[in-house]
C-alpha cells in the first residue's frame, strides 16, 4: 500500500450475507476514480485492526471498512491517532456509527464516496483500555449483546424478541458514577456511554450527543413497567428519549463507573467479560472519518 492507494477491508460475515459483486464494483468505482485499490478480506477477530494499523504505517490516506460496527470498531482501532482517514462501508445489523455520520446504507451509494468525500475529524473513548466509537453499555444491553453475539439470525427483529425474553428476569443495579468532579449514586437498569447517539437501527438512546463536542454522554436508563415500555421505545425511535421520566443523561470527559456486583457490558455491541469497575476517557478529535462531502448533517 502507498500513498495514492485505498485499502478495502471486508468481514463476509457481518450482516445478512457477501455478494460476489463487491469485489468488482470496488475495482471499477476505484479505476473511474483514478485510485489504486487493494482488497483485504479480514481472517480472524483482530484481524481488521492489523490490516488498518499497516496501512496507516505505509502513508495509505484512505481505509474503507465494509460491515458492522465490530468491524468499524476494529478498523478504527488501527487508525485511532493517524492520518489515515477511516470510510465506512455499512453492512451490519444496525449500523449506529454510519447512520450518525450521514454515510448512505445502499452499498452502491455509500461507495461514492471513494469520489466524492470530505474529512472530518471525531472523538472517541476508551473504557477500560478499550477504544470505543460509538456507544458501549453497561447492565441489560451488555447481557443482550453477549447473548445476541451468539445467535446465528441478526438484525432488529432478532434482537427485539430477545430483549423482550430477556427483560423481566435481569434486575436494576446500584451505580457510583464519579464525572468531573461531581458524584452520583443511582439505581440503574442500562447505562449507556454515548460517543454518537444510537446503538444502530435509528436507536437513539442518545439524541444529542456528538462526535465532535469531546464529551461522552452517560445515559443511565431506569427499569420501567413493560406497560411503559412502548412509549420508551417510541422515544428512542423519535429522538426524545433525553426527555423520558426514566432516563438521566450527564455529559463529561472523564468517567469512573462503580457497581456491588460485577456486570456484563459491551463495546460497540461486542460483549466483553463482566467487570465491577469502568473508566472511561475521552480522546478528542483522535479519529479521522470520511463523510459525504455534500451532507450538512451534524455530527
Known amino acids: 500500500m502507498g500513498p495514492q492507494s485505498i485499502l478495502f477491508i471486508i468481514n463476509k460475515y457481518s450482516g445478512t450475507g457477501f455478494r460476489a459483486d463487491v469485489e468488482g464494483k470496488i475495482i471499477d468505482t476505484c479505476a473511474q476514480a483514478g485510485k489504486e485499490c487493494e482488497i483485504q478480506y479480514t481472517q480472524h477477530r483482530g484481524h481488521a485492526t ?32 493517524s492520518s489515515t482517514a477511516l470510510g465506512i462501508l455499512p453492512k451490519g445489523s444496525g449500523n449506529g456509527l454510519a447512520r450518525h455520520l450521514g454515510i448512505p446504507l445502499a452499498f452502491a451509494q455509500a461507495l461514492q464516496l471513494v469520489a466524492r468525500h470530505r474529512i472530518e475529524t471525531i472523538d472517541s473513548f476508551l473504557i477500560n483500555g478499550h477504544l470505543s466509537v460509538n456507544v458501549s453499555g453497561i447492565g441489560f444491553d ?73 464529551l461522552i454522554d452517560v445515559c443511565v436508563v431506569r427499569k420501567m413497567p413493560l406497560r411503559d415500555a412502548p412509549f420508551f421505545l417510541t422515544r428512542l425511535f423519535n429522538g426524545t428519549a433525553h426527555q423520558s421520566a426514566y432516563t438521566e443523561t450527564i455529559s463529561a470527559q472523564q468517567i469512573t463507573i462503580g457497581t456491588r456486583e460485577a456486570l456484563p457490558f459491551h463495546v460497540d455491541g461486542e460483549p466483553l467479560p463482566p467487570q465491577k469497575t469502568w473508566e472511561v476517557v475521552v480522546q478528542p478529535r483522535s479519529l479521522r472519518v470520511v463523510l459525504p462531502a455534500l451532507s450538512q448533517k451534524k455530527i
Do not use: W
Not at 143 to 149: E, N
Not at 150 to 155: A, E
Not at 181 to 195: K, Q
Open 50 to 81: 492489523e490490516l488498518a494499523q499497516q496501512a496507516a504505517r505505509n502513508g495509505c490516506p484512505l481505509v474503507f471498512a465494509m460491515g458492522g460496527d465490530g468491524t468499524i470498531n476494529e478498523a478504527a482501532r488501527g487508525l485511532v491517532h
Open 142 to 214: 451488555g447481557h443482550v449483546a453477549s447473548l445476541f453475539g451468539h445467535r446465528s439470525k441478526r438484525g432488529l427483529i432478532g434482537y427485539t424478541k430477545l430483549v423482550l425474553q430477556e427483560y423481566r428476569t435481569f434486575r436494576e443495579f446500584d451505580i457510583t458514577l464519579h464525572g468531573d468532579g461531581h458524584t452520583l449514586t443511582r439505581s440503574a437498569f442500562v447505562v449507556a456511554l454515548a460517543n454518537s447517539s444510537q446503538f444502530g437501527n435509528n436507536v437513539r438512546v442518545a439524541p444529542l450527543a456528538s462526535v465532535q463536542d469531546q
